[in-house]
């Protein structure tokens, strides 16, 4: 048997795709996960420091870490119409003096905030479930909300300023690359990569086939507990891209990573 430390995030589209394979529910090959759940920026940091065998990242973070992790072809979030979203107090934001919260140096809606507007610099970063109270209650202007936020901004007296992820699809003509899996490379012989995908594209599959076998375990770790956002969540961020990404979702990613270091953000 080979144990492998698994990081993802509390977010209902990730503990819906892994708890089949966490849970014993597929066929995982000899292959045993314990999790790690953490936000997807601390998630960033623990595999700055290599401590995660398997480990669920931004893109952003990513493409910074390639000296350290290889791409999954499986597990990802990413597709269309699922973008952070740029949300202001009511009012006019002026986002060049803005106080703008954003949740995480190297998370994808920092890289996509830069490049839909580089002359942002008044950034506050912090936890995503932060911005939207934070916003509500005059900490900050405006931020950059990911995950259930997307569902809920009106719920905060929040305006939609921006959708990125619109931006982003107006612009390349591509889905949006948001967070991948990733296997230390130390770890990532071509045998177990292989390996991992597979088991991650069962453990997707298994979710979508028997939906609320994970209900407890992805509303034990949501942050948002009512079932429509949970679902809607679900059905956004868990698709066709999450079980193969393709080649279409490895254009996406390049196109990221070209736009990025175009612009010096890499």
Excluded at 84 to 108: C, F, M
Excluded at 207 to 225: L, W
Excluded at 239 to 259: D, H, V
Aim: glycine content about 8%; overall charge negative.
């Amino acid at each position: 048997m080979t144990r492998l430390e698994m990081g993802f995030s509390p977010c209902p589209n990730d503990t819906f795709a892994f708890h089949a394979m966490l849970h014993g529910l597929v066929d995982t090959g000899g292959y045993r996960f314990s999790s790690h759940i953490h936000d997807v920026e601390l998630l960033n940091s623990m595999a700055g420091e290599k401590k995660l065998h398997v480990t669920k990242l931004s893109f952003f973070g990513y493409l910074t870490l390639k000296q350290h992790y290889t791409l999954l072809g499986s597990g990802a979030a990413l597709g269309f119409g699922c973008g952070p979203l740029v949300v202001g107090a009511s009012g006019e934001v002026n986002l060049k003096k803005a106080r703008i919260a954003v949740p995480g140096r190297l998370t994808t809606a920092n890289l996509l905030l830069h490049l839909w507007q580089p002359e942002v610099s008044n950034i506050i970063y912090t936890r995503f479930d932060n911005i939207l109270p934070g916003i509500q209650n005059g900490e900050f202007d405006a931020g950059v909300i990911i995950h259930e936020g997307r569902f809920v901004f009106e719920n905060y007296n929040c305006r939609k300023i921006i959708d990125l992820g619109q931006w982003w699809e107006e612009e390349t003509h591509l889905p949006i690359p948001l967070g991948c899996m990733a296997i230390r490379n130390d770890m990532a012989t071509e045998e177990r990569k292989t390996n991992v995908e597979t088991i991650i594209s069962r453990s997707v599959r298994f979710a979508h086939e028997h939906p609320e076998t994970s209900r407890s375990f992805v509303k034990s770790h949501a942050q948002e507990m009512e079932d429509a956002v949970i679902n809607a969540h679900i059905r956004l961020y868990v698709n066709a891209f999450t079980e193969k990404m393709g080649p279409e979702g490895e254009k996406a990613i390049q196109t990221l990573e070209e736009m990025a270091r175009c612009r010096n953000l890499l």
